[in-house]
């Protein structure tokens, strides 16, 4: 019989916990932020979202730097080097590329690097991405990169697919390629008349 009760009470206790707690969260601000009217991805905007209205009270910092949202590429430092297509998984990346004039580029942690291609394609499909990372880690001059950018609205699937190439870059590359393939051609047989010429010296 008292074990009856003493259920009884503990039954009615718990009860009243919960919805103790459920009467105190009434009170409280939404844990949950109204996006898209509040925009996570900067402090900035954060705090003009919330600004004069109810909502959120929690310390909302915008996305975390290591967030890996939809990928952008510099071109102006990417070597073509295919590394990030090869890295890929899933096939994503789709590069082609030209021999270019060499420059030298500042790496990755302070390394050189080198650049002997250019690219006359540079495609990311963001359909098919999974935002892993695997592309990023292994280029050498960190062209490759995550930006906190996670909303990509199109309304047909060649819209998401990313060209950092523009045909008429794709274009020039190509042409100076031709103009470097002559002229290399021309060094190598004006070389070879030389040695032929020392050759004729000689004997
Ligand atoms: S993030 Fe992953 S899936 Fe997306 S392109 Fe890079 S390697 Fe491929
Ligand atoms: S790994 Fe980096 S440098 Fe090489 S092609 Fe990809 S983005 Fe360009």
Not at 154 to 173: C, S, T, W
């Amino acid at each position: 019989m008292n074990q009856y009760f003493h259920n009884m009470i503990n039954g009615i206790q718990t009860v009243f916990e919960g919805m103790s707690i459920t009467l105190a969260s009434m009170f409280q601000g939404p844990a949950t932020v109204e996006y898209p009217d509040v925009d996570v991805r900067s402090v900035d905007s954060i705090r003009v979202g919330l600004k004069g209205k109810r909502g959120y009270k929690g310390n909302l910092r915008g996305m975390p730097e290591n967030y890996r949202g939809i990928l952008d590429v510099d071109m102006s430092i990417c070597t073509a080097c295919l590394i990030c297509m090869k890295a890929c998984p899933i096939d994503c990346i789709a590069i082609t590329n030209v021999k270019c004039d060499k420059r030298k580029l500042q790496g990755k942690n302070g390394k050189p690097a080198a650049q002997t291609r250019a690219a006359t394609r540079f495609d990311i499909d963001i359909a098919k991405c999974m935002f892993c990372g695997l592309c990023v880690e292994p280029c050498p001059t960190g062209a490759i990169f995550h930006t906190n950018e996670f909303e990509m609205n199109r309304d047909n699937l060649e819209g998401l697919i990313l060209r950092f190439v523009a045909p008429e870059e794709a274009e020039k590359a190509s042409k100076r390629a031709a103009e470097i393939a002559v002229e290399q051609a021309e060094k190598k047989a004006a070389l070879a008349k030389e040695k032929a010429a020392a050759k004729g010296e000689d004997s």
